[in-house]
């Protein structure tokens, strides 16, 4: 998930019990991961538009 706030107790719980990850990128950091991303697909809520979760492939993002 990429986000602008913290999340939750529960949220958290949910990220570690299903491996996934969650980035928070600002300004010039949210830019520099833009450039890295070859795909995208929504895999949840897509009727929530930018709030959906996405799937990213990313490639040479340091």
């Keep these: 998930m990429v986000g602008k706030a913290e999340r939750g107790p529960?949220?958290?719980?949910?990220?570690a019990r299903h491996g996934?990850?969650?980035l928070a990128a600002t300004g010039g950091a949210a830019y520099l991961l833009s450039r890295a991303i070859r795909s995208a697909r929504v895999v949840a809520f897509e009727d929530l538009g930018m709030e959906a979760i996405h799937e990213f492939e990313l490639?040479?993002?340091?």
């Excluded at 529960?10 to 990220?15: G, L, M, Q, T």
């Excluded at 490639?59 to 340091?62: A, E, P, T, Y």
């Design 10 to 15: 529960e949220a958290v719980a949910s990220i």
């Design 59 to 62: 490639v040479d993002f340091r």
């Design 20 to 22: 996934a990850a969650y």
